[in-house]
C-alpha cells in the first residue's frame, strides 16, 4: 500500500508511522494546501459492506475505485493503512488556476453592440474575419488562423473538454460552440469567475458575427466542467471530471489552464487512462517565470506528466514572456501576453458584466494548442498523443536553443503547418485570391492623421461600371509591416471597419466618409487594403491596397 507516499510496511509502532504519514502528506507548501485525503483500492473496497463504513468513504471515480475519505480520525486513517486492498493514500490536494495572471484593458459589451449576436450561423470561409475587436487579435495572425478558416471546415465532430470555471454561454459572443457541461461545484454551470470564458473566447468565439473577437475554431464542440468558482479547487473535483471528460463524454482533447506544485498520483493515472484512448491533454506550465530561478525552473504539473503537452507563452515578438515558467515540460510556445478575449467583470453593484479584455498567463497560451489539437484530430480522429507531440516537433517555428529547449519547447505553434503536414493535397481556398474585375474599382481619398499619428481618417468612393445597382459588403483594414527575430518582414492588423449591404448605384459610385482607423507608428510602414466581397464573403475584385505616408 502506497502512502504517496511510497510503499511503507506496517510497523508495530503505529504512532512512528502515522508521525511518518502526516508528515509526508504535508510536504507540499504547507500542511493548508490540502483538504482530507484520496484513497485507491486494487478491487472494489470491501469495507462499504459494513453497515457502519458506508459513510467513511466518498466515490470519486468508482469505477477506478478512488474515494475521498470521508472520515479523517486516526483510528479510520489506520484501517487504511492495515488494508492490503489499498494501493495508495495521498492528500486531496488545492489546485489553482495559475498565479500572476492579469486582465486589463477592458471593454463593456454595450447594448448597441449587442444587437449583432450569432449572425453567423452557417459554416464559411474567410481569412479576415469581421469581428469588432479582430484588430487587436495579433496572436491569430501569429499562429496562422487565417490558413485555418480559409477552408470554412467543421469541426463540430471534435469534442473538446474544458476543465475550469464553467460554461461561458451566456456571453453573447461565444454561443454557438458550447455544448452542455457539468458542475463540480454545485453553485450552477456557469461561469463567473471569468477563467473559462477568457479561454472559450480564445477557443471558439463566435467567428465573422461582426463583434467581439474571433476563435480559431469558428464551428467546433467545447464542452465546460465546472470545477472553479473562484481560483482554487480540490484535486478531487478536477480528477472526477476529467475521468467524466474521458468515459462520459469521449472528449477528443482536453484543455487544462491550471497548475499544482505536488505530483499527484490519481492524476497520474487519469492521464494514462486518457492517453490509453488517444485523447490529447494540453496544459498550462505555470506562471513563475520572472521570479528566481528555482522557483522558474519549477515543474507544475499536470503539465509536467509524461504524455502530457505543456504550453509556454510567448509575447508579439515571439519571445519568451516573462511570466512564463521554463523547464523540460514546455513542448511547445503560443502567444500568451496582451491576449485580447471575451471576458467577466462587475458593475458598482457587483453585478456580472460581459465584456472583453486583455490577459496575460500561460492560461491563455493553452488554448491556442488545444485548438491544434483539435485541427489534428479533424484529419487524423486516431492520431495519438505522442503523435502530436511529434507533429508539434516538426512543424513548430524552431526558437532558443537547437533541439527542444527549457525555454521554448520546440518553438512557436504554427497551425498552417499542421494543416499542410497532415494533409499536403490542401489547396489554398478561393476566398482572399485577387480576382479581376472589370465591374468595380475603388479609390482612397486624401488621409487625415490624428495629432500623435495614432489613427487616420480617409473616406473612400466604389465604383460601378455596370448598368445595374450592385449591392456589396466593404471591408476596409489597417495593418502594419515589423520586421520579426528573423528580420523578416511580418503583418500585424491594427484595425478594421466592416460595412455590409453598400449600395453602389448603376453607372454610378458610393463614398464612404470618414473611415477612422487605427495605426501603428512603430513599425517600418502601415498600409490600408479594401477588400470587396459578395454575400457569401468571395471577392468581387482585386484588394485595393494604400501605403500610409507619414
Known amino acids: 500500500m502506497k502512502i504517496f507516499f511510497n510503499k511503507i510496511l506496517y510497523s508495530a509502532v503505529l504512532t512512528c508511522l502515522l508521525i511518518i504519514v502526516f508528515q509526508t502528506v504535508c510536504f507540499a507548501e504547507d500542511c493548508t494546501s490540502y483538504d482530507g485525503y484520496i484513497v485507491k483500492f486494487k478491487s472494489a473496497p470491501v469495507m462499504l459492506a459494513e453497515e457502519s463504513d458506508v459513510n467513511q468513504l466518498s466515490p470519486i471515480v468508482k469505477d477506478e475505485n478512488i474515494y475521498t475519505v470521508t472520515n479523517e480520525s486516526e483510528e479510520f486513517i489506520d484501517s487504511l493503512i492495515q488494508d492490503q486492498n489499498v494501493e495508495y493514500i495521498e492528500p486531496n490536494y488545492i489546485i489553482s488556476l495559475p498565479d500572476n495572471e492579469e486582465i486589463t484593458d477592458i471593454n463593456v459589451l454595450s447594448e448597441s453592440n449587442n444587437s449583432n449576436i450569432a449572425v453567423l450561423n452557417s459554416l464559411s470561409s474567410f481569412t ?101 468558482t473562484e481560483k482554487k479547487t480540490d484535486s478531487a473535483k478536477v480528477i472526477k471530471a476529467f475521468y467524466d471528460a474521458v468515459d462520459v463524454y469521449e472528449c477528443d482533447v482536453i484543455n487544462l489552464s491550471l497548475t499544482f506544485d505536488s505530483y499527484i498520483e490519481s492524476f497520474k493515472y487519469a492521464i494514462e487512462h486518457a492517453v490509453s484512448k488517444n485523447i490529447i491533454v494540453v496544459a498550462a506550465v505555470g506562471n513563475d517565470g520572472n521570479k528566481e530561478t528555482e522557483i522558474a525552473t519549477k515543474i507544475k504539473y499536470p503539465a509536467g506528466y509524461d504524455n502530457v503537452i505543456g504550453v509556454g507563452s510567448l509575447t508579439y515578438s515571439k519571445k519568451r514572456a516573462s511570466h512564463s515558467q521554463y523547464n523540460t515540460s514546455v513542448d511547445v510556445m503560443a502567444p500568451g501576453e496582451s491576449i485580447y478575449s471575451s471576458s467577466l467583470t462587475k458593475d458598482g453593484k457587483n453585478n456580472l458584466i460581459h465584456s472583453y479584455s486583455r490577459g496575460t498567463g500561460t492560461s491563455y497560451a493553452t488554448p491556442h494548442v488545444t485548438a491544434a489539437a483539435a485541427i489534428a484530430k479533424y484529419f487524423n480522429k486516431d492520431i495519438t498523443p505522442a503523435e502530436f507531440l511529434e507533429l508539434i516537433a516538426e512543424t513548430s517555428d524552431h526558437l532558443g536553443d537547437d533541439g527542444k529547449n ?84 511580418v503583418e500585424h492588423v491594427t484595425g478594421s471597419i466592416v460595412k455590409n449591404d453598400v449600395e453602389i448605384p448603376a453607372s454610378g459610385h458610393k463614398t464612404l466618409p470618414s473611415l477612422v482607423l487605427p495605426v501603428d507608428k512603430t513599425g517600418l510602414r502601415s498600409l490600408i487594403r479594401v477588400f470587396i466581397w459578395d454575400d457569401n464573403m468571395q471577392p468581387l475584385m482585386a484588394p485595393y491596397e494604400y501605403e500610409v505616408k507619414y
Open 128 to 228: 479576415q474575419p469581421n469581428d469588432t475587436y479582430y484588430y487587436n487579435q495579433w496572436n491569430m495572425e501569429m499562429i496562422k488562423s487565417p490558413y485555418w478558416w480559409q477552408y470554412g471546415l467543421d469541426t463540430k465532430n471534435i469534442k473538446i473538454g474544458i476543465i475550469d470555471s464553467g460554461s461561458p454561454d451566456r456571453h453573447p459572443d461565444i454561443t454557438q460552440n458550447i455544448a452542455p457541461g457539468v458542475d463540480y461545484t454545485g453553485t450552477g454551470i456557469y461561469d463567473t469567475y471569468g477563467h473559462s470564458t477568457f479561454i472559450s473566447g480564445i477557443l471558439a468565439s463566435d467567428t465573422n458575427n461582426l463583434m467581439g473577437t474571433a476563435g480559431i475554431l469558428p464551428n467546433s464542440t467545447v464542452i465546460p466542467f465546472k470545477v472553479f
Open 406 to 489: 527549457p525555454e521554448y519547447g520546440y518553438g512557436a505553434l504554427n497551425i498552417q503547418n499542421i494543416i499542410e503536414t497532415l494533409s499536403p493535397s490542401f489547396a489554398p481556398a478561393p476566398t482572399s485570391a485577387p480576382v479581376s474585375s472589370p465591374e468595380l474599382h475603388t479609390e482612397i481619398y486624401p488621409l487625415v492623421f490624428d495629432a500623435d499619428l495614432n489613427s487616420l481618417k480617409s473616406s473612400i468612393q466604389l465604383y460601378n461600371d455596370t448598368d445595374k445597382n450592385k449591392f456589396v459588403d466593404c471591408y476596409v483594414v489597417s495593418y502594419t509591416e515589423s520586421s520579426d527575430a528573423d528580420g523578416e518582414l
